[in-house]
């Protein structure tokens, strides 16, 4: 489990990301965060050397944190990339990194 970090870092990581999903709302009172909680609590570390429950948990609650943050991920790409219409070459230039060419003299490209 050297891979997944901490529990509790996991359990941190959960809840930001429930209240980026919530917004300015309170993730508080939400089910999910009152699930993920009761969860982490009643997994505590035990007095057993190997806590096969827990580490389930932890194992499921990674792979849920890795899948919340590659939704929002995705979403903010869709947003910005996803079909805002015709687009000038200025945009599209800049879209990608580059600069057109300026003809000398100040004159523009001819369309």
Not at 24 to 43: E, L, M, P
């Amino acid at each position: 489990m050297a891979g997944l970090g901490s529990p509790l870092h996991t359990f941190r990581c959960l809840l930001r990301e429930l209240r980026a999903l919530s917004g300015k709302g309170h993730y508080r009172q939400t089910t999910a965060y009152v699930y993920i909680r009761d969860s982490f609590k009643k997994n505590k570390t035990t007095s057993e050397k190997f806590c096969r429950a827990q580490q389930e948990l932890h194992f499921q609650a990674s792979t849920y944190l890795c899948l919340l943050r590659s939704v929002r991920n995705h979403v903010v790409l869709h947003e910005e990339y996803h079909g805002k219409g015709e687009r000038s070459l200025e945009e599209v230039a800049s879209l990608v990194g580059l600069k057109l060419p300026q003809q000398p003299g100040g004159k523009g490209w001819e369309r």
